[in-house]
């Protein structure tokens, strides 16, 4: 199983771009990243999945490098309630395969 | 957005008793999964089912047993609880990917935050 490597927490303000970066260094070839978001008292969201070069939807994006052996979420122009934990998880075959991590708790400052 | 429910979303109960932890989901989804999550840590898997008729215990260890007779329907029970089981569990479905490297997305519910006393 694919381990991941996180920050604990990052600190940003509103209107910024912010980068959260994953290592995940024996990371598989049929392994995908996976990023969801997490509230308090809520279950976590999907945001966005990637297995190479670079992925875009309408809350962020997913950069990988050649060697996939991390990946950056990059959420741009933070707000307010952007404030949550953020999992980065690696694997294939399905979630029971999959460990979410500690996370990125990410705070955003007015 | 997906539509899977949990209820109780707050539970507080004695030690001994025997709980179960409903969750439900209209998506048709396949899978479905059972979280354990305490205050600021992180997720541990307890029961996952592939299924109707279909359930497997997780990573981590838990009391709880689980069953799936029904697609939509993935309940949870502890048959005598302990302050121990104090936690919050979160129920997540999602659909067979279409390959096998590609991970499906999983929709949470809002989870039942169980307190034994």
């Known amino acids: 199983l694919a381990k991941t490597t996180q920050p604990i927490s990052m600190d940003s303000y509103e209107g910024q771009e912010v980068n959260i970066t994953c290592s995940h260094n024996n990371i598989a070839t049929n392994d995908y990243i996976t990023w969801y978001q997490q509230f308090p008292s809520q279950g976590p969201r999907f945001i966005i999945q990637?297995?190479?070069t670079k992925v875009t939807n309408e809350v962020a994006s997913l950069f990988i490098p050649a060697d996939r052996k991390s990946s950056t979420l990059s959420l741009p122009r933070v707000s307010l309630s952007d404030t949550a934990v953020y999992y980065c998880?690696?694997?294939?075959?399905?979630?029971?395969?999959?460990?979410f991590g500690a996370g990125t708790r990410l705070a955003v400052h007015p | 957005e997906a539509d899977i429910y949990q209820t109780p979303r707050y539970l507080v109960i004695g030690t001994g008793k025997k709980i179960t932890l409903e969750c439900s989901q209209t998506?048709?989804?396949?899978?479905m999964y059972w979280y354990q999550q305490d205050p600021g840590m992180e997720l541990h898997l307890i029961h996952y089912?592939?299924?109707?008729?279909?359930?497997e215990k997780g990573d981590l260890s838990s009391e709880s047993t689980v069953s799936r007779i029904r697609t939509e329907h993935f309940p949870l029970t502890l048959e005598s609880a302990r302050p121990s089981h104090t936690s919050q569990y979160l129920c997540?479905?999602?659909?067979?990917?279409?390959?096998?490297?590609?991970?499906?997305?999983?929709?949470f519910g809002n989870g039942t935050r169980l307190t034994v006393t």
């Open positions: 997540a479905s999602s659909e067979y990917p279409s390959s096998s490297s590609y991970n499906s997305p999983l929709h």
């Open positions: 998506m048709g989804h396949d899978k």
């Open positions: 990637g297995y190479k």
């Open positions: 089912s592939y299924g109707v008729n279909s359930t």
């Open positions: 998880l690696v694997g294939s075959g399905g979630y029971n395969k999959l460990i």
